[in-house]
């Protein structure tokens, strides 16, 4: 597991999600995604000892974010490293997404700021975004903005309990050798502010 922390941008700015109607997207984590999709093609290509290429997936909770991932990675040379990846059905609502698994599997949870929404604390989605990978799953999220975030939990007793499920996931991950700000990503590539 990853988690490409989109707090701040390449320049140490706050990153913030826009809108279109009600539906949120953040540009950073577009770009950031397009970017690690272009990484992880080009180590594809150096290491030629697979059988078969990797099946990828990209999800969010937004439609606004699904439009935006779409339009960026349709026309993107690197999504031939990956078997059959169809931008119409690989980018994908999780709610839409439920059901399916891919190797690789992108989150991108969007929302910036102090208010977490509803979508990302009902933790039967949290459960069907993290469980659709069967090798790696890569979270693009600002980790100021989960790290808040209490999710009520089902317990044995049947009861519900509060917990800060992401800081969990994300301090697991760190623990791992996994969390990395999205700048790590950006100056692998060479783009942006070195």
Sequence with gaps: MLWLDSTKNEWGEPVSHDKIGTSPYNYTEVSTVESFVELLA?????????????????????????????????ESKSIDAFADFDPERDINTVDQFQGSERDIIILSLVRTGPKPSEFAKEFRRLNVAISRAKKLLVIVASKEHFAA???????????????????????????????????RVINTMGIGNS
């Design 149 to 183: 975030a209490n999710i009520s939990l089902p317990s044995k007793d049947g009861k519900e309990e509060e917990q800060t499920t992401y800081l969990h996931i994300w301090e697991k991950i760190k623990k791992l050798g996994g969390a990395h700000n999205i700048n």
């Design 42 to 74: 080009k180590s594809l290509a150096v290491s030629k000892n697979q059988n078969k290429p990797p099946e990828l997936g990209i999800i969010s909770f937004y439609k606004a974010q699904i439009g935006k991932l779409r339009e960026c990675l349709r």
